[in-house]
C-alpha cells in the first residue's frame, strides 16, 4: 500500500531539472506555490482513497504546470471577428490603424513631453497635444480629451451645471448600454434635470418655457441605440441652440458616436456630424474615441474656450484625464482625418468602406479554401451605439453544421477566438470584420471546428 511518506517532497521536486524549467518560466515563488498545491491535492485524495496509486513525478509535474499556465495567462486577447458588426462594444470597439498603434507604442515605451513644454524648458500641459489638431481639423476655440464619453459627460455637466437647472428632452433621456443613462449621469453631476415636451414630441416652445424659468444649460443627447418611428417631432439641433442663445443660455450636445465624415457615402443613414453640431452653434460638443471615429478609447469634448476653461479647472477633470498612450494613439488617428486619408488608414472607415462585390470575393475564396458551405447575400452592421438598426450589404460564407451551438463554442475556443453569427441554426462569416492577415488562422480555426 502506498503511504504518504512515499511522496517526493517539495524540496526534492525543486532539485529536479524540470523545476528549474519551471522556475526559468514562470519564477521561483509560483512555482513553489504550484508545486506545494499539487501536492496538497495528492495527499487529499490519498487519505480519502488510501488504495490509490502514487502519482509518477512526471505527473506532478504535469499537473504543477497546468496550474502555473493557468494563473499566468492572459486574459484579454485578440479576437477574430466574423460577425460583420463592426464597432462591436464586446469585442473591444475600433481596431486601431498602424500608425495609432505605432504612436501608442513609441510614448509607451520612453518618457515623453506629455507635461514638458520643451521650447520654454518648463512644465507644460497634456491638455495641448490633442487639442491642436481638433483644433485644427474642427475650427473649435478648445478641447479636451478625457477617460470616454461618459466621463466627458459628467464632467461637463458637473462644471457647467452643478446645482442649476438643465433642460433636455423627454425623448433624449436614453440609456446607451452597459448601464449609462443619460438621466443618471445628470443626476449624478448634481444638476436639476429639466424634462421637456412629451416622449415622442417636443417643440420649440417647449424649451422656450422652460427657459423662460432660466437655466444654466441646455442640453441635446443623441438617441444613439434607439430610433424614433411615427408621430415624432422635434426641433432642429440650429432652432434648439437659437433658442437657447436668446436667453443667453449654452448648449452642449453629447453626440455619442461623433463621426467626422458622412456616413451615408458608405450606405448607411446619415449620422450626425461633429461639424454640423459646431455649424449650429452648438456651444460644447462630446464625442467618443473608439466609436465611427476609430481611434482609442476616449471622450473628446470641443467648443468654445470659455467653457472649455472651466471645464479644466474643475476637480473631476483631474479624475477623468486621458493618459499619454491614448493622447499618442488619439493624435495620430486624427492626423489620419485631417490628411483626408481616414477610409484608407482608419480600419473602421475602410472596414465600411468595402464594396459588397469585393467581399464576395472574399467569402467565394472561403468557401473555395473550406470545400464547405454557400456564399449568400446578407447585412453588415455599424454597431457600437451608433447608428441602431441599421446595416450595408455584404456576401456571408453560410454553414450548415450538426450543432451549431457546439460549432460556435469551438469557435470560441480556437486560438485565436473567433466570434460568429448564428441565424436559423446556421453560422454566418462575415469577411468586411476579418482582416485579410486573419484569414489563414480563421481558416485553420473553421476548419478544426468542422471536425467536432
Ligand atoms: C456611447 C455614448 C456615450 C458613452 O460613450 P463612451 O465613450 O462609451 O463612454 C455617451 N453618450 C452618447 C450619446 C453615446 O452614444
Not at 496509486?53 to 502555473?68: G, K, R, Y
Amino acid at each position: 500500500m502506498t503511504t504518504l511518506r512515499d511522496l517526493p517532497s517539495v524540496e526534492r521536486l525543486l532539485q529536479s531539472e524540470r523545476a528549474a524549467t519551471l522556475i526559468a518560466d514562470f519564477g521561483r515563488p509560483l512555482t513553489l506555490n504550484a508545486l506545494r498545491q499539487t501536492l496538497d491535492e495528492i495527499r487529499s485524495r490519498l487519505k480519502s482513497r488510501p488504495s490509490t496509486e502514487l502519482p509518477s513525478m512526471d505527473s506532478i509535474f504535469a499537473q504543477a504546470e497546468s496550474s502555473l499556465r493557468a494563473w499566468t495567462a492572459a486574459s484579454l486577447y485578440p479576437v477574430i471577428n466574423a460577425t460583420g458588426v463592426i464597432l462591436h462594444t464586446n469585442l473591444g470597439r475600433a481596431p486601431l490603424s498602424a500608425a495609432t498603434v505605432r504612436a501608442m507604442d513609441e510614448v509607451a515605451r520612453a518618457y515623453s513631453n506629455l507635461e514638458f513644454d520643451l521650447s520654454s524648458g518648463k512644465r507644460g500641459s497634456r491638455f495641448v497635444h490633442a487639442e491642436r489638431l481638433l483644433q485644427k481639423l474642427l475650427g473649435a476655440e478648445a478641447a479636451l480629451v478625457v477617460n470616454n464619453c461618459a466621463a466627458a459627460a459628467l464632467l461637463t455637466l458637473s462644471a457647467l451645471g452643478k446645482r442649476k437647472r438643465v433642460i433636455i428632452a423627454r425623448s433624449q433621456l436614453v440609456e446607451i448600454g452597459g448601464g449609462f443613462r443619460v438621466p443618471d449621469v445628470m443626476k449624478q453631476s448634481g444638476v436639476k434635470l429639466t424634462e421637456v415636451g412629451a416622449t415622442n414630441k417636443v417643440r420649440l416652445a417647449d424649451y422656450q418655457s422652460a427657459l423662460e424659468e432660466s437655466a444654466a444649460l441646455v442640453m441635446r443627447a443623441h438617441r444613439s441605440n434607439f430610433k424614433m418611428l411615427g408621430f415624432v417631432e422635434e426641433p432642429t439641433l440650429k432652432e434648439i441652440v437659437d433658442m437657447a442663445h436668446s436667453f443667453g443660455v449654452p448648449l452642449i450636445d453629447d453626440l455619442g458616436s461623433g463621426a467626422l465624415y458622412d456616413t451615408a457615402q458608405y450606405g448607411f443613414s446619415h449620422e450626425p456630424t461633429v461639424q454640423e453640431s459646431m455649424q449650429a452653434g452648438a456651444d460644447v460638443i462630446l464625442f467618443s474615441g473608439d466609436k465611427l471615429l476609430g481611434g482609442p478609447q476616449a471622450g473628446i469634448i470641443v467648443g468654445k474656450k470659455i467653457y472649455l476653461d472651466k471645464i479644466k479647472k474643475h476637480p473631476l477633470a483631474r479624475a477623468v484625464r486621458a493618459d499619454k498612450v491614448c493622447l499618442a494613439g488619439l493624435s495620430a488617428t486624427l492626423t489620419h482625418y485631417l490628411k483626408d486619408e481616414a477610409p484608407r488608414e482608419v480600419p473602421v472607415v475602410k472596414m465600411m468602406s468595402h464594396s459588397a462585390e469585393s467581399l464576395k470575393v472574399r467569402a467565394e475564396a472561403w468557401r473555395e479554401a473550406l470545400g464547405q458551405g454557400v456564399v449568400v447575400g446578407g447585412r453588415s452592421a455599424a454597431g457600437g451605439g451608433s447608428l441602431p438598426d441599421e446595416s450595408i450589404p455584404t456576401f456571408l460564407l453560410e454553414l450548415r453544421v450538426k450543432s451549431p451551438d457546439k460549432f460556435l463554442r469551438a469557435l470560441r475556443k480556437n486560438n485565436p477566438p473567433i466570434a460568429a453569427r448564428i441565424e436559423d441554426d446556421k453560422i454566418f462569416l462575415d469577411p468586411r470584420t476579418v482582416f485579410l492577415e486573419q484569414e489563414s488562422a480563421l481558416l485553420a480555426g473553421v476548419r478544426n471546428a468542422l471536425k467536432t
